[in-house]
């Protein structure tokens, strides 16, 4: 039940809207439009026509696949009893989350790139776009990531944005750049270690990480997840200190929050079928903590909660017995654990980890999560 102290959803989304990059220019029709849920508010804050989100994929650096063609969308949905944010982009039905602690780069007008532990995406929208969309698009990737323009790059390889050779080019030029913000982050950079055997699809993981986004944003808005699943950091400096801070009182996420459900995911996956020999465990250097705002990340009942919902909703190819599945779950935390973001060197400003039982069944379906 919602503190009486916390504002009704629709104000704070307003109060929060009103904060960011002006003028926020929300096109009438779709965009815009505020959906209210049980625990939490979704908009779509904003929408682009006609974009094409390609996979630059690690393994093969010259393979470029085409994920989804369609309209691109931005959605930020914010939880009604805390102070938890998520934003997402989608093309078509392919997710990807935007984080703080996740690169964005725009390497042309109309072009970013994408880097996410595992993934590296390009996004580009149409020459018809207009210039005010996309200028209002990198306000935002600028307000929800690690943000940097590098425009000078289209000039520099000399190709046009809308011709096939751009990509492989720009990717030359950025690349370097995306996998040191991560590093810096403490994230891995190329393949994940889990993506071997039968998890080694590149193409897999991009569809994971899209049911990954879509569950977490709608296990707030229906209520399975909640504060006593996350941990919640203010990594926001001391006034006196003389620095700009970020006032609000949002928490965004760190990117781990998306890819440690789908580590765990394939984590299980190579166990259950036989293949845990190919797992090589790496020791990766620590990284340092993005600063400037409150930051939330899922603690292990909160991961092992939208693990079980995936789980039963069809992910492994049998169902474990529950007794096998709850040393599964364990072991993919343990696993995961062995590469701690760095947030968790910090203390917790609410959402200590739940110390209940939880290997017990939800109330709430698979089913109403994933539908």
Request: hydrophobic share 40%.
């Given at each position: 039940m919602a503190s009486s102290s916390a504002p009704?959803?629709?104000?704070?989304?307003a109060s929060f809207l009103s904060r960011m990059p002006k003028p926020?220019?929300?096109?009438?029709?779709?965009?815009?439009?505020?959906?209210?849920?049980?625990?939490?508010?979704?908009?779509?804050?904003?929408?682009?026509?006609?974009?094409?989100?390609?996979?630059?994929?690690?393994?093969n650096p010259h393979n470029f696949r085409i994920l989804k063609r369609?309209?691109?969308?931005?959605?930020?949905?914010?939880?009604?009893?805390?102070?938890?944010?998520?934003?997402?982009?989608?093309v078509g039905d392919m997710y990807w989350p935007l984080a703080k602690d996740a690169p964005v780069v725009r390497v042309a007008s109309r072009s970013f790139l994408f880097a996410l532990p595992g993934l590296l995406y390009a996004l580009?929208?149409?020459?018809?776009?207009?210039?005010?969309?996309?200028?209002?698009?990198?306000?935002?990737?600028?307000?929800?990531?690690?943000?940097?323009?590098?425009?000078?790059?289209?000039?520099?390889?000399?190709?046009?944005?809308?011709?096939?050779?751009f990509w492989q080019k720009a990717r030359e030029q950025v690349e370097p750049v995306l996998r040191a913000r991560l590093q810096r982050y403490g994230h891995f950079t190329g393949k994940s270690l889990t993506a071997v055997g039968s998890q080694s699809s590149e193409?897999?993981?991009?569809?994971?990480?899209?049911?990954?986004?879509e569950l977490v944003m709608k296990?707030?808005?229906?209520?399975?997840?909640?504060?006593?699943?996350?941990?919640?950091h203010d990594l926001r400096p001391?006034?006196?200190?003389?620095?700009?801070?970020?006032?609000?009182?949002?928490?965004?996420?760190?990117?781990?929050?998306f890819s440690n459900i789908v580590e765990a995911l394939q984590f299980i996956w190579v166990i259950a079928t036989d293949e845990g020999h190919l797992l090589r465990p790496e020791n990766r250097p620590?990284?340092?903590?993005?600063?400037?705002?409150?930051?939330?990340?899922?603690?292990?009942?909160?991961?092992?909660?939208?693990?079980?919902?995936?789980?039963?909703?069809?992910?492994?190819?049998?169902?474990?017995?529950?007794?096998?599945?709850?040393?599964?779950?364990?072991?993919?935390?343990?696993?995961n654990s062995t590469h701690p973001p760095p947030l968790e060197m910090s203390e917790s400003e609410e959402g200590e980890a739940n110390t209940s039982d939880d290997s017990q069944e939800t109330s709430i379906s698979a089913s109403e999560v994933l539908n």
């Open positions: 009704p959803p629709a104000s704070r989304m926020l220019n929300i096109p009438s029709g779709a965009a815009g439009r505020i959906e209210e849920y049980s625990m939490g508010t979704i908009m779509e804050v904003i929408r682009a026509d006609s974009s094409v989100l390609t996979l630059m994929e690690y393994e369609g309209n691109f969308v931005m959605k930020l949905m914010m939880q009604t009893i805390s102070t938890i944010v998520v934003a997402a982009c989608m580009c929208s149409p020459p018809t776009t207009a210039e005010s969309t996309v200028t209002l698009l990198a306000e935002l990737f600028r307000q929800f990531t690690h943000y940097e323009d590098s425009q000078h790059v289209a000039a520099d390889v000399g190709v046009s944005e809308d011709q096939l050779g193409l897999l993981r991009a569809g994971r990480i899209s049911e990954a986004t296990a707030f808005l229906i209520g399975l997840l909640n504060f006593t699943h996350c941990d919640i001391h006034p006196q200190n003389g620095r700009t801070v970020d006032t609000g009182r949002e928490s965004y996420p760190t990117i781990v929050v620590g990284g340092v903590r993005p600063s400037g705002f409150k930051v939330w990340c899922l603690n292990r009942s909160g991961l092992a909660c939208l693990l079980r919902v995936l789980i039963y909703a069809g992910e492994m190819p049998e169902r474990p017995a529950n007794h096998q599945l709850g040393r599964l779950i364990e072991r993919a935390r343990n696993w």
